[in-house]
T-cell receptor, first 115, second 114 residues
Framework: DAGVIQSPRHEVTEMGQEVTLRCKPISGHDYLFWYRQTMMRGLELLIYFNNNVPIDDSGMPEDRFSAKMPNASFSTLKIQPSEPRDSAVYFC???FGQGWGYGYTFGSGTRLTVV | AQTVTQSQPEMSVQEAETVTLSCTYDTSENNYYLFWYKQPPSRQMILVIRQEAYKQQNATENRFSVNFQKAAKSFSLKISDSQLGDTAMYFCAFMRGTGNQFYFGTGTSLTVIP
């Protein structure tokens, strides 16, 4: 099992550009989560999916952020247009709905820098 | 709302010594889970140890153990025989028994000194 795979590992972009972050969850997991980590706010949940359907997107900061999960093995988080304050590490995580007591598995994150 | 507080932003410990990281939380729930995650410089979030609130016995995983005080809403992590590879950020996290969202603390940066 390769774990949760995120790409790219690092992304540097200019303000105003579109950024797309990608995630491949662990096969068989039915939940997928996107978290953002910043020094100021720590780790915060942006959105999560169950069986490819978005369940709670209340953590998405604003309309510039969107997330999709077209199938069970792929999800994207898009920022359009990007701003310097979006600079952060974005984590994807996946889990199995019958085992929350065991937490879930995180990817290695994408470090986004918007200049 | 659930809040998780880690009052020690940074800590250091000599190699082979023991260190304890503090965590307190606030919740009105009776059924929940608590976790410690480790984040080394590689950024990977690694589960260190977990505790079910309904279990009174403290969880242990090799050199890692917790002191779970439910009434005090305290969940500290003890690392015995500290190793250089333990150098990392450590996050305490809470999850409701019926939920699936983590509530993380702000983290404690631990440095193991050779």
């Amino acid at each position: 099992d390769a774990g949760v795979i995120q790409s790219p590992r690092h992304e540097v972009t200019e303000m105003g550009q579109e950024v797309t972050l990608r995630c491949k969850p662990i096969s068989g997991h039915d939940y997928l989560f996107w978290y953002r980590q910043t020094m100021m706010r720590g780790l915060e949940l942006l959105i999560y999916f169950n069986n490819n359907v978005p369940i709670d997107d209340s953590g998405m900061p604003e309309d510039r952020f969107s997330a999709k999960m077209p199938n069970a093995s792929f999800s994207t988080l898009k920022i359009q247009p990007s701003e310097p304050r979006d600079s952060a590490v974005y984590f994807c995580a996946s889990g199995f709905g019958q085992g929350w007591g065991y937490g879930y598995t995180f990817g290695s994150g994408t470090r986004l820098t918007v200049v | 709302a659930q809040t998780v507080t880690q009052s020690q932003p940074e800590m250091s410990v000599q190699e082979a010594e023991t260190v304890t990281l503090s965590c307190t939380y606030d919740t009105s729930e009776n059924n929940y889970y608590l976790f410690w995650y480790k984040q080394p410089p590689s950024r990977q979030m690694i589960l260190v140890i977990r505790q079910e609130a309904y279990k009174q016995q403290n969880a242990t995983e090799n050199r890692f153990s917790v002191n779970f005080q439910k009434a005090a809403k305290s969940f500290s992590l003890k690392i015995s025989d500290s190793q250089l590879g333990d150098t990392a950020m450590y996050f305490c996290a809470f999850m409701r028994g019926t939920g699936n969202q983590f509530y993380f603390g702000t983290g404690t940066s631990l440095t193991v000194i050779p």
